[in-house]
């Protein structure tokens, strides 16, 4: 036996930091968790695995079950929780859970300079032998319990775990509890916190998770999903790139394909703030209502939605909104400064080096949706502009979301420099750095044949009226898939759906009326009978908008097509699905 010193989170009232020394076997009589389990083939009964739930805490894992270098890992808890039936509160539905054994765990660096991997993992006592995996945001740092509905999930969806899937997250091997608000990237300054971020954490966690199953349901998972939108979109398509034998279907929604490129594109689009160019919610109104103006019908209904979205942009004349002069008169209209600003973020980003897998340019945004009837919550006022002017200082009270996290991406991941200016950021400066990191952090791989060939499945999904990532990243990812693979094999394993309007997170709403857009769709059960019983999607799944409490009653509903096409209106009831059909959008 020997001893060994890991920094691990316990759960209290918050995951706070504590020292545990915690003992654990030595090689020849490890693995604690799994050692025992490999040897019993009986799958245990619910009364069996209520009884074991607890005696999983104190168990250790060592580094050499873990698919990359580590540190061990170790169970801090693991608790019986009695299943929950549906309820409503604040009207708000909270779903219904079904008896299980949560585990908290975490897993030593080793660089004892960095922060653990904290993780949950559910076990349902009524197990349906399959495994889910849950993708984090943004900077991550924030523990995913796996416990939550996904992403787009219509109230009344049951959640993966009263479906019989164990779930699992991660905070990705950082804490932002640790960091100020303003330099939530700060722990990119750290090698071994940034490659865990990259791709290594969820790797790691995979591994960890599959061996605690092992030892607790005396068997492996039959089938392991990543489910994630955003960052968990790139980390899922991360990890059918780097991990292809790991999984066996990924769902990923608007995934930051380019997570380097995406981060620097940001920078433009806030220098003509600094110059004059901050646009307050009254213009991002005013911006949303010409853009509605000008492409709403383009679908065949004017309904303040715009769902062809390749069409809008040429449709679009800026100068129009002109003011006169170009100097500021009013709410009405953008100045040249303003202008300048809305033409940054409908212009492509271009470095003068390519970066991981030969890219050097990453897409222009579309148009649409740029703000809602509550101009403070605007889409383009929280990702873009802010609710002030930028400063370089960076405000997180105020700043755009777009300009905390570029700030933060040059500062700690590329320049090292806490104080580095970042409307000053030249990317020739940091050449090396920016490929070495785009190569830590991209996903922008088109090379899938390893995880098509043992089967693996990928849904795609794309919000046009999203303002924190351009949607044609993930469309050229597609497309470059395709050139790699070819269509055929595409076909046979991919899908991507386009989801016109709606917003980063989902939502949407009518910029004329308020009224909701149907953006909600379960993409879980589509995956598992494609990987399962080998029955692919179908070419338009059905989006709905529903009450929040029950009954649920469908308020709407609308085709969600696959690209390149989207739902134009052919007549009738203009809330039922059946009133489009999938058409093409061009530009």
């Known amino acids: 036996m020997r001893e060994c010193t890991v920094r691990l989170f316990a759960r209290g009232s918050r995951m706070k930091m504590v020292i545990r020394r915690v003992r654990f076997c030595t090689v020849a009589a490890i693995v604690c968790v799994a050692g025992t389990a490999q040897a019993q083939t009986d799958a245990p009964g619910a009364d069996e695995l209520k009884a074991a739930c607890p005696g999983l805490a104190g168990q250790a894992i060592p580094p050499s079950a873990i698919g990359l270098p580590s540190g061990p890992a170790v169970i801090v808890s693991a608790t019986f929780v009695p299943a929950a039936p549906q309820s409503v509160s604040d009207g708000k539905t909270v779903p219904a859970t079904p008896d299980y054994c949560t585990v908290l765990g975490a897993i030593a660096p080793v660089d004892p300079a960095a922060q653990p991997i904290t993780f949950q993992v559910n076990l349902p006592i009524a197990w349906n032998g399959k495994a889910l995996q849950y ?46 608000p303003e330099r939530i990237g700060a722990f990119g300054l750290n090698d071994e916190m940034l490659i865990n971020y990259g791709y290594a954490s969820y790797k790691k966690v995979r591994d960890v998770a ?3 199953m092992r030892s607790f349901y005396r068997r492996g998972p039959s089938r392991l999903y990543y489910f994630g939108g955003s960052e968990g979109g790139r980390e899922g398509l991360t990890m059918a790139q780097r991990f292809p034998a790991d999984y066996d279907g990924v769902v990923s929604v608007v995934p930051v394909v380019q997570l380097s490129m995406l981060f620097q594109s940001y920078i433009p689009h806030q220098r003509p703030q ?96 740029e703000t809602t009837p509550d101009p403070k919550n605007a889409t383009m006022t929280r990702w873009v502009t802010g609710t002030a002017a930028p400063s370089v200082s960076v405000d997180p009270s105020s700043a755009a979301q777009q300009w905390l996290y570029g700030a933060n991406f040059v500062r700690f991941f ?110 879980l059960d589509p995956l598992d009978r494609w990987v399962t019983g080998g029955e692919p999607p179908a070419d338009a799944l059905i989006q709905t908008v529903k009450t929040a409490v029950p009954p649920f009653d469908v308020l709407a509903a609308r085709p969600m097509c696959r690209y ?14 059946a009133s489009y059909v999938c058409a093409p959008s061009v530009p």
């Not at 390149?564 to 699905?577: H, M, N, T």
């Open 135 to 180: 993708g984090g945001g943004g900077y991550n740092g924030t523990l995913i319990t796996g416990l939550a509905p996904l992403r787009d999930a219509a109230p009344g969806d049951p959640l993966p775990l009263i479906r019989g899937y164990a779930t699992l997250g991660t905070d990705s091997g950082h804490q932002a509890s640790a960091f100020a």
């Open 210 to 212: 599959v061996t605690v």
């Open 274 to 369: 600094l110059r004059g160019g901050w646009m307050g919610p009254d213009k991002v109104v005013t911006l949303a209502k010409f853009v509605s103006d000008a492409c709403d019908a383009l679908d065949g209904l004017a309904d303040g939605v715009i769902n062809n979205y390749l069409a809008c942009p040429a449709q679009v004349d800026l100068p129009k909104l002109r003011c006169p002069d170009g100097v500021d008169a009013g709410s009405h209209c953008l100045s040249d400064a303003q202008i300048e600003t809305v033409s940054a973020v409908h212009s492509p980003y271009t470095l003068p080096f390519p970066v991981a897998n030969g890219l050097a340019t990453y897409p222009q945004w579309l148009y649409g949706n």
């Open 414 to 523: 590329v320049a090292k420099d806490p104080d580095l200016d970042p409307s000053r950021f030249d990317p020739k400066d940091f050449q090396s750095r920016l490929q070495q990191v785009s190569e830590i952090i991209d996903s922008s791989n088109p090379d899938l044949s390893a995880f098509f060939a043992r089967g693996g499945k990928l849904i795609l999904r794309e919000n046009m009226g999203d303002l924190a990532q351009s949607p044609l990243a993930g469309i050229n990812y597609f497309n470059a898939v395709i050139a790699k693979l070819g269509h055929e094999t595409v076909e046979a394993s991919a899908r991507l759906y386009i989801s016109p309007a709606s917003t980063h997170t989902g939502p949407a709403v009518s910029v004329t009326d308020g009224t909701p857009v149907p953006t909600m769709v379960d993409l």
């Open 564 to 577: 390149p096409k989207y739902p134009r209106y052919v007549g009738g009831d203009e809330l039922s699905a």
